[in-house]
């Protein structure tokens, strides 16, 4: 079973604070996705990083890739209230010939005006 | 266009009972894919579904299970509940096969299960 570890597990910040959400693992993935999921609503596509080191930005939010495609990190600048969420990271594998996602505990953060 | 409809939105159901859940595509999206949300595990995949047939299945006991209609739409029965069956249960639907892995994927809002 593949794990993915996502830090920190809760983020209380104040609007306009700058914050890092962090999802390791030990196993390699084809590819990773971040997702951002409100209270009462499914999960919502971020992004989806597939090369090792690459970089995206998405407005204020920057994802990141590591070079060995083992983990990942979503930074956030300016934090607005509007961010406040719960941030999943998903790691895609291929197993048995089909592709499996491995999601990450999540990490939840508020963001206080 | 609609987005990916579950029904029902709420559930409560008794230890030892079974339930159904349904889930409705997007118009188009051939694959569904089931996941279980809980506080505890966070959110595990549970089986994928493409052209009526099985094609993934997470690490959950057989009373979990579902099929796929010709029309795309989606069940999932799960058997002789119990109280740690209680949790989110979300489906997403995407236009290729692959849970997440080769399309972009839409969730639905979920059924929330309460066994008791």
């Known amino acids: 079973t593949q794990l993915l570890e996502q830090s920190p597990q809760f983020l209380s910040i104040q609007e306009g604070e700058n914050l890092t959400v962090y999802c390791n693992s030990s196993?390699?993935?084809?590819?990773l996705q971040w997702y951002r999921q409100e209270p009462g609503e499914g999960p919502v596509l971020l992004v989806t990083?597939?090369?090792?080191?690459e970089v995206k930005k998405l407005k204020r939010l920057t994802f990141q890739f590591g070079d060995a495609r083992k983990d990942s990190s979503l930074h956030i600048t300016a934090a607005q209230t509007g961010d406040t969420g719960l941030y999943l990271c998903?790691?895609?594998?291929?197993?048995?010939?089909?592709?499996?996602?491995?999601f990450g505990r999540g990490t939840s953060l508020i963001v206080h005006p | 266009k609609a987005g990916v409809t579950q029904t029902p939105r709420y559930l409560i159901k008794t230890r030892g009972q079974q339930v159904t859940l349904s889930c409705s595509p997007i118009?188009?999206?051939?694959?569904v894919s089931w996941y279980q949300q809980t506080p505890g595990q966070g959110l595990q995949f549970l089986f994928e579904y493409f052209s009526e047939t099985q094609r993934n299945k997470g690490n959950f006991p057989g009373r979990f299970s579902g099929r796929q209609f010709s029309n795309s739409r989606s069940e999932m029965n799960v058997s002789t509940l119990e109280l740690g069956d209680s949790a989110l249960y979300l489906c997403?639907?995407?236009?290729?096969?692959?849970?997440?892995?080769?399309?972009?994927?839409?969730f639905g809002q979920g059924t929330r299960l309460t066994v008791v």
């Open positions: 118009s188009g999206h051939r694959s």
């Open positions: 997403a639907s995407s236009l290729g096969q692959g849970a997440l892995g080769n399309t972009e994927a839409f």
């Open positions: 998903a790691g895609i594998a291929l197993s048995g010939g089909s592709y499996i996602p491995t």
């Open positions: 196993s390699v993935f084809s590819s």
């Open positions: 990083v597939v090369t090792g080191g």
